[in-house]
T-cell receptor
């Protein structure tokens, strides 16, 4: 089976622009989570979605939003980009939304550079 | 607040030497604990996890970790390092709650020298 796939792999945007990142979970996984990994740091939780509903949100501004589609794929949107949004954005999937069905399976990420 | 601390941002060992990467957590409730590895330009790969039961957990690639509740620790070890073990290692925890949120440590970069 294919793993978690993310697109695009790399992206360069200018401050103030908007960006959409995409994620396809492992087949059979109904939960998708998004993490931001700034260079030199551990990943930080942004969102979790399960069955198309938001289950959790990290400490990120409202410029960050996400959604999950009926096929369980997901998009992460970031508006009004700042230089500090430059990071590796990781998507992870799991069978269900609770920790008892962890672990999370991560994709290779989208590298976003804001200039 | 729950947190994870990884002692040592960089660890260097010789090939064949013992690998020890340290992780401590703070929590008032039983955690689930994980170690992930990240190779350059890649995502995170699960090495091993502790949920309940046996406190010594064996993972892939010869790694193992021991959950010590009294020390709030979950250190990662490997008896003999290989060159291919050079990577970034992250300790992570989840706590009880309605959703599966991982809290990661800052990571430890492991270098293996010939």
């Amino acid at each position: 089976d294919a793993g978690v796939t993310q697109s695009p792999t790399h992206l360069i945007k200018t401050r103030g622009q908007q960006v959409t990142l995409r994620c396809s979970p492992i087949s059979g996984h109904k939960s998708v989570s998004w993490y931001q990994q700034v260079l030199g740091q551990g990943p930080q939780f942004i969102f979790q979605y399960y069955e198309k509903e938001e289950r959790g949100r990290g400490n990120f501004p409202d410029r960050f939003s996400a959604r999950q589609f009926p096929n369980y794929s997901s998009e992460l949107n970031v508006n009004a980009l700042l230089l500090g949004d430059s990071a590796l954005y990781l998507c992870a999937s799991s069978r269900s939304g609770d920790r008892n069905n962890s672990p999370l399976h991560f994709g290779n990420g989208t590298r976003l550079t804001v200039t | 607040a729950q947190s994870v601390t990884q002692l040592g941002s960089h660890v260097s060992v010789s090939e064949g030497a013992l690998v020890l990467l340290r992780c401590n957590y703070s929590s008032s409730v039983p955690p689930y604990l994980f170690w992930y590895v990240q190779y350059p330009n890649q995502g995170l790969q699960l090495l091993l996890k502790y949920t309940t039961g046996a406190t010594l957990v064996k993972g892939i690639n010869g790694f193992e970790a021991e959950f010590k509740k009294s020390e709030t620790s979950f250190h990662l070890t490997k008896p003999s390092a290989h060159m291919s073990d050079a990577a970034e290692y992250f300790c992570a925890v989840t706590f009880s709650g309605g959703y599966n949120k991982l809290i990661f440590g800052a990571g430890t970069r492991l270098a293996v020298h010939p």
